[in-house]
């Protein structure tokens, strides 16, 4: 009888078991790694709150003064900061503001516990249908938050830092604390911080005497406060109120009635007390003066070296070169800086209007000077033995791979230096740069003043590297002063408002860093320069003008750098985007910039002593400089065979 054979134990039974078994595993991973996110969410988050600002000494109101800038002549340039008396409180807000404020910025502010969940997502759908970037969702506590503690970055960190933070500043301070603290810090354009500082700026009043119209004009600003500013474009700003109007209107902040009132009463704004544009000065010098009068508390009264009469007829001839076409030849943009013999800086305009771009391109932008750098080849060269009087031959020169070209690759063959400066041929200049020696010619440049990096390449003779403005006219002081250097400064002394003084500057020559000869040598040919070569457009009637000109490749800037009778200035033209003009030569709109503004400026006689040629003493370190061999420490090229520049030498020395 066969054997029964019993069916496979457990054979139904396994495959559920194997298939939940599966099922299984796959929650128990999935939160294993949803346990796992949140742990990284948790210790991301717990390094986020590590590295936030110090945040327990904030206060509703701030507690730094007003700074008040005077000229050197003790006029008003600029006040900034906000009177301590007037700051904005949180149990005295003004309403009108305030209402104006919110309705365009964050209309249920009081109503959310710090970030507005249904502005966020309006602002969101508003950005997919446009395609683009058209409403924001931050908060006033979020942009407080931002304002105070972080850097404008767009990343995922910098977002969640400014979470975090307006969530403590919602449980720290009330509502209103939250509000007097942004009035108080928000920037409102033209150098205006804080709601106080804006209407005493534009108005003439304090931010509780506003009119509606006012406090919607202000309020427009937030948005964007360079591009809105009254005193930059005033159609611009009238719309953008109207706008505000508009918006106060729909959140029920004001009536038609009132709207239709505010839209049809004139706004005059206050054109201020200085010229607009010593705005550029005024911005460059406050973070030295918090630096000079460190955790002082409360106004303080800053003189400083500033001239408002020269700083219009700078604004005013710089302004006037751009907005000619056969002066600015493509030019969209410049700067001018002027400077007395201790380095003083009388007038500083860092563009064409400083409503419109408070950029300060005569301290920040950096530009190759070109041949406005030949001075301190031909000073070189000049401390080594050569003299005006000597000839160099005009002709195509290479070194490797690399051959300089004089403008529109002219050559003139021999001529004496002295033309060679005043016709800025590039030939020469490479020619005596590399027959002094290059790492002589740098020296020599950061002895005078010139603090920005130069590689020791031939091109360096042309200006190959970059410099701002007012670094290229203070190393050109020592040219006009007599062989003395002397460092840019705009701040003469810090006082309080009872007198007392703070701190004050210890005036002191500066050192000898060009021996007499050398000066009389560089006076001569800065002086041909104008009277007959390149820089003829910079002559003034009547007034000794001595100066360089300089055009890069491309004619991408152009500049004119010189002095008259105590007075030093550059002009530098071009764009900011680096894009070549159409043909900006530094002999045509810098130079006639130059002496317009040579021309309206002030005379700024130096005493006796500090004008004349400085002879150099036998204890003093240059004069040793000069005697000692003049060998390069930094890398020279391996010479050419022939070596055209040694024989060019060996003539000039008479050997």
Known sequence: MPEHKSPRPYSRARTPRKNGGGAGRWLRLGAS????AMLAGGVWLAGLARSLPELSGLEPVPAAGEIVLLDRYGRTIARRGEVGHAAIRAEALPQTLVDAVLAVEDRRFYSHFGADVIGAGRAALANVRAGRVVQGGSTITQQLAKNLFLTPDRTLRRKAQEMMLALWLEQRFTKDEILALY???VYF??????????????FSKGAHELTLGEAALLAGLLKAPSRYAPTSDARRASVRATVVLDLMLATGRITEAERIAAAETPIRVSRGNASPGAGWFADWVLPQVRELAPGHRGDLIVRTTLDIA????AEQALREGLADPDMARGAGTGALAALDHTGGVVAMAGGADYARSPFNRAV???RQPGSAFKPFVYAAAFEGGLTPDDVFEDRPVRYGSWAPENFNNRYEGEMTLETAFARSSNAVAVQVSEATGRGWVLRTARRLGVTSAIANTPSAALGAYEVTPLELIGAYLPFMNGGRAAEPYAVTAIEAPDGRVIWSREDAPGPVV??????ADMDRVFAAAVETGTGRAARAPGRAVRGKTGTTNGHRDAWFAGWSEGLAAVVWMGNDDFSPTEDALGGAGPAQIFARFINAAPVYPAPLDALLIQPARADDPIAALLEAPQESSEPEPEPATPDPIAALLGRISGE
């Open 33 to 36: 790694a949803l346990l796992l």
């Open 189 to 202: 354009g033209a150098g205006a911080w804080g709601a106080e500082a804006a209407a005493r700026r534009y």
């Open 514 to 519: 060009l021996a007499g000869r050398v000066v």
């Open 364 to 366: 920040s932008a950096r």
């Open 310 to 313: 020269a700083q219009r007829a």
């Open 183 to 185: 009035l108080n810090r």
